[in-house]
Structure formats: structure tokens, C-alpha cells
């Protein structure tokens, strides 16, 4: 039988444990505070940042939210990004992605400090990454992590297919499972011959934005398949897995709802109160 890996157990697990630490901290007098910054208004950014605004706030995190018009500048983004940046009560800067396309994603997410950078996401944070130094990693990756140590799925030793080369998921995934001892390739939309990376593979990643480009011809009998696609369609969310003709064939696969969105949010609480930590032991 296949196992359907519970996301949600999972990271509510978490966000208990991390309600508990900001609690604690807060009987010290030191709440973590998270700023989300949300311009435009794409109803799925919109919609995201509610949840994660309402994942603050259960947290017993403060909620510093900052929403501009999709007419901003480049510069009138910069300036919210640098207040918060000054600001001490702040721990953690998110800008919502994507931005509307006439503005600088990567040199205003630069902005942000590295001890501030929740999403891992600046060109610091990637430089921690990769040298192994210390740091706040992406949400998405790490909350995989999270969920194959958590089914005792082994790293070590294992070979993983990363399949997505993103700067959000499939890059820092690959570096993530190359540091825990991993055998990773990285699959991409120039890869020939999907099947010949993935069906070697003992974990599959599927981070490609792709509905339902790996199925049963991509997976060795027992392997764990990670689906971090999340598609809407009139039927309801799928992701790029058809994890229904996985069935009897992954040894275990995350749902899609419920397998690895979850978690994201999760990494995205933890990581803001590393932040507060880390930012507290270096004054």
C-alpha cells in the first residue's frame, strides 16, 4: 500500500512547539514580529498572505503587514522594505511573490537583511546555503526535509531526483539533500528522458509547476514521491504528480491538498522566530 504522507498533522505539530518558544519569549519581553508586504492585488497573493497573516497571529507572533497598489515604484517598494528593515520589533521580512513584472524582484528582495530574510530567498542567504554556514533557508525546501525525516524516510545514502530547478524549491532542495548525504540530480525542462533520472531514484520531488507530468512511469516500486505542485482546477487542487496511478506503487506520497503546503507555512513561523534568536545573539 502507499502511504499518504500527512502534511498537516505534521506542521500543526510544529506550530504548536513554535507557539510555545514565541510564548516563552514573550514572557522576556521579546514577541517575534513578522512584516509581509503585499503588492498588487493578485487574489492568489492575497489569499496567501491571509493565511500566513492568520498563521502570525495564532502563532502569538506580531503581524506587521504592509500592502501597496500595483501602480507602486520601484523605489516606494524599497522604502516600506528598508523601514522594516530598521524597524527592532521586526524579525522577519516576506515579500509576497510575484511582483507585478515592471518591478526588480531580486534587487528588492536584496534588500531585506539575511537576518530578517524568513524565505531564504536573497543573494546572502543563498551564499549561507551554499557554503553550509548558517542561515534561514526557503520555507518549501526545508518543510520536505521536515516531512521525510518525520515518515523516517533515509537521507543518507539515498539517491533523490530533484525534478525543477527553481530558485523557490528546486535548487535549494537539491543543496538542502546534498548536505544530508544525499545522491541528488536535478531534473529540468531540458531534460531528456525524464523517466531514465527519476525511476533510480529512492525520493522524487516534483517542483515543476506542471500538472501531472510524473506518474507511474517515473517511480520505482517503494520510492517516496514529494509533490510540491499545487494546480486549481474545476475538480479541485491536484498537483504534478497523478497520484492516483501512484497507488500501490510509491512506497509513500504527499497529498495534494495537505502534503507539503502546509509545511511551507510552518518553516515560515520557525523560521521567523530563528530569526528573532539570531538576531538577538548577534546584538
Given at each position: 500500500?502507499?502511504?499518504?504522507?500527512?502534511?498537516?498533522?505534521?506542521?500543526?505539530?510544529?506550530?504548536?512547539?513554535?507557539?510555545?518558544?514565541?510564548?516563552?519569549?514573550?514572557?522576556?519581553?521579546?514577541?517575534?514580529?513578522?512584516?509581509?508586504?503585499?503588492?498588487?492585488?493578485?487574489?492568489?497573493?492575497?489569499?496567501?498572505?491571509?493565511?500566513?497573516?492568520?498563521?502570525?497571529?495564532?502563532?502569538?507572533?506580531?503581524?506587521?503587514?504592509?500592502?501597496?497598489?500595483?501602480?507602486?515604484?520601484?523605489?516606494?517598494?524599497?522604502?516600506?522594505?528598508?523601514?522594516?528593515?530598521?524597524?527592532?520589533?521586526?524579525?522577519?521580512?516576506?515579500?509576497?511573490?510575484?511582483?507585478?513584472?515592471?518591478?526588480?524582484?531580486p534587487a528588492l528582495?536584496?534588500?531585506?537583511?539575511?537576518?530578517?530574510?524568513?524565505?531564504?530567498?536573497?543573494?546572502?542567504?543563498?551564499?549561507?546555503?551554499?557554503?553550509?554556514?548558517?542561515?534561514?533557508?526557503?520555507?518549501?525546501?526545508?518543510?520536505?526535509?521536515?516531512?521525510?525525516?518525520?515518515?523516517?524516510?533515509?537521507?543518507?545514502?539515498?539517491?533523490?531526483?530533484?525534478?525543477?530547478?527553481?530558485?523557490?524549491?528546486?535548487?535549494?532542495?537539491?543543496?538542502?539533500?546534498?548536505?544530508?548525504?544525499?545522491?541528488?540530480?536535478?531534473?529540468?525542462?531540458?531534460?531528456?528522458?525524464?523517466?531514465?533520472?527519476?525511476?533510480?531514484?529512492?525520493?522524487?520531488?516534483?517542483a515543476t509547476g506542471?500538472?501531472?507530468?510524473?506518474?507511474?512511469?517515473?517511480?520505482?516500486?517503494?520510492?517516496?514521491?514529494?509533490?510540491?505542485?499545487?494546480?486549481?482546477?474545476?475538480?479541485?487542487?491536484?498537483?504534478?504528480?497523478?497520484?492516483?496511478?501512484?497507488?500501490?506503487?510509491?512506497?509513500?506520497?504527499?497529498?495534494?491538498?495537505?502534503?507539503?503546503?502546509?509545511?511551507?507555512i510552518a518553516m515560515?513561523?520557525?523560521?521567523?522566530?530563528?530569526?528573532?534568536?539570531?538576531?538577538?545573539?548577534?546584538?
Amino acid at each position: 500500500m502507499t502511504t499518504r504522507i500527512d502534511g498537516r498533522k505534521l506542521a500543526q505539530q510544529i506550530l504548536s512547539k513554535v507557539a510555545e518558544d514565541v510564548a516563552a519569549a514573550g514572557a522576556s519581553g521579546r514577541v517575534p514580529g513578522l512584516a509581509t508586504i503585499l503588492v498588487g492585488d493578485d487574489p492568489a497573493s492575497a489569499v496567501y498572505v491571509a493565511a500566513k497573516r492568520r498563521a502570525i497571529r495564532e502563532a502569538g507572533m506580531r503581524d506587521f503587514h504592509r500592502a501597496l497598489p500595483a501602480r507602486a515604484t520601484q523605489e516606494e517598494v524599497a522604502a516600506v522594505i528598508d523601514e522594516l528593515a530598521a524597524d527592532p520589533a521586526v524579525s522577519g521580512i516576506l515579500l509576497q511573490l510575484p511582483l507585478p513584472g515592471r518591478l526588480d524582484a531580486p534587487a528588492l528582495i536584496d534588500r531585506i537583511p539575511v537576518t530578517k530574510d524568513v524565505d531564504g530567498l536573497t543573494t546572502a542567504s543563498a551564499g549561507l546555503l551554499a557554503r553550509g554556514v548558517h542561515g534561514l533557508r526557503p520555507c518549501t525546501p526545508l518543510g520536505v526535509i521536515e516531512l521525510l525525516d518525520a515518515e523516517g524516510i533515509p537521507i543518507e545514502g539515498a539517491r533523490a531526483a530533484v525534478v525543477g530547478w527553481g530558485e523557490l524549491v528546486g535548487r535549494p532542495l537539491a543543496q538542502l539533500l546534498l548536505r544530508r548525504g544525499a545522491t541528488v540530480t536535478v531534473a529540468h525542462e531540458f531534460t531528456t528522458d525524464l523517466a531514465a533520472v527519476t525511476r533510480p531514484a529512492d525520493i522524487v520531488v516534483a517542483a515543476t509547476g506542471v500538472r501531472g507530468l510524473i506518474g507511474p512511469e517515473h517511480i520505482k516500486p517503494g520510492a517516496a514521491v514529494i509533490d510540491v505542485g499545487m494546480h486549481r482546477t474545476e475538480a479541485g487542487l491536484t498537483g504534478d504528480v497523478r497520484a492516483a496511478e501512484l497507488e500501490g506503487i510509491a512506497g509513500c506520497i504527499t497529498p495534494v491538498p495537505g502534503g507539503v503546503g502546509p509545511m511551507t507555512i510552518a518553516m515560515l513561523m520557525r523560521n521567523t522566530l530563528y530569526a528573532a534568536e539570531w538576531e538577538r545573539a548577534a546584538a
